[in-house]
């Protein structure tokens, strides 16, 4: 019998977003990347460039739909399937950029969102996207 891989080992252990930690998606991705040596496209350029072209896959699926159109899709149906599929390559871009920079995405989203509070005091913004919006 065959010995798994490191990378179908990291596979396994993703199950939900309950129960998953931010460190073993980076490990399933950086076991991705070394099982095909891709480390050496892996520059932080190529990355960012490629995240950008799977944005814009993502918001194919989306375009000539209604803001309510685009928050009925059905769970389940191809259309959400392909809308999860292309996340998915775009968080797999971003661990990937993570493991490539060595940024520590936990701490890293926790200062932003304090400077997100700081920047967009809720008081302020509730209910507006931004100081322009004179609602």
């Keep these: 019998m065959n010995q798994p891989t490191d990378l179908q080992t990291s596979i396994e252990k993703l199950d939900r977003d309950e129960t998953t930690s931010v460190a073993d998606i980076k490990q399933m991705v950086e076991n991705f990347v070394d099982e095909r040596e891709w480390q050496q496209f892996h520059a932080p350029k ?4 490629a995240l950008a072209v799977e944005a814009a896959e993502l918001m194919e699926h989306f375009q000539w739909l209604t803001v309510q159109a685009s928050r009925e899709v ?10 999860g599929e292309e996340l998915a390559d775009i968080l797999c871009y971003g661990f990937a950029l993570a493991n490539e920079m060595k940024i520590d995405i936990a701490s890293t989203m926790k200062d932003k969102m304090q400077k997100n509070i700081a920047k ?7 209910g507006r996207f931004g100081k322009e919006d004179a609602s």
Excluded: H
């Design 120 to 126: 967009y005091p809720a008081d302020q913004f509730k």
């Design 46 to 49: 190529n990355i960012s460039m």
């Design 74 to 83: 059905e769970p389940g149906s191809e259309k959400m399937t392909a809308i």
